[in-house]
C-alpha cells in the first residue's frame, strides 16, 4: 500500500485489511525496526512511508510479492480510492 498510495495512516490500512488497529499498529512497528518503512506525525495523523533508503534487493522482493499475491492486488486497487477523511468520519 505504501508503494502505491506513497502515504498511508493505520486508519486506511485496516479498512483495507480488516484487522485491529492493535494488530497493525504491532505490524507497522516491526517494519519500522526492520527499516522498512517510516513514519512521521503531521498534526493528528500519523503517515507510515515506505522507507526511501531501502536497498535495492528488498525493493525488487516488495515488487515481487505484489506481482504474485492476488489478494495483495486486490488490496492495492482498494487503497488508490481509500479516502482518509472519509474513514474517520464514519467511526
Known amino acids: 500500500m505504501l508503494k502505491v498510495k506513497g502515504r498511508v495512516c ?3 490500512i485496516t479498512d ?4 485491529s488497529q492493535p494488530t497493525i499498529s ?7 525496526e526492520a527499516g522498512i518503512i517510516t513514519f512521521r506525525k503531521d498534526g493528528l495523523w500519523v503517515n507510515y512511508y515506505l522507507n526511501k533508503e531501502l536497498d535495492y534487493k528488498n525493493r ?3 515488487d515481487l510479492i ?3 499475491d492476488p489478494d495483495i492486488k486486490k488490496d492495492l486497487l ?3 480510492k481509500t479516502d482518509r477523511m472519509i474513514i474517520c468520519c464514519k467511526k
Open 26 to 32: 504491532s505490524h507497522l512497528k516491526k517494519l519500522e
Open 10 to 12: 493505520i486508519s486506511e
Open 60 to 62: 525488487e522482493i516488495i
Open 16 to 19: 483495507i485489511i480488516n484487522l
Open 66 to 68: 505484489i506481482k504474485k
Open 78 to 80: 482498494k487503497i488508490i
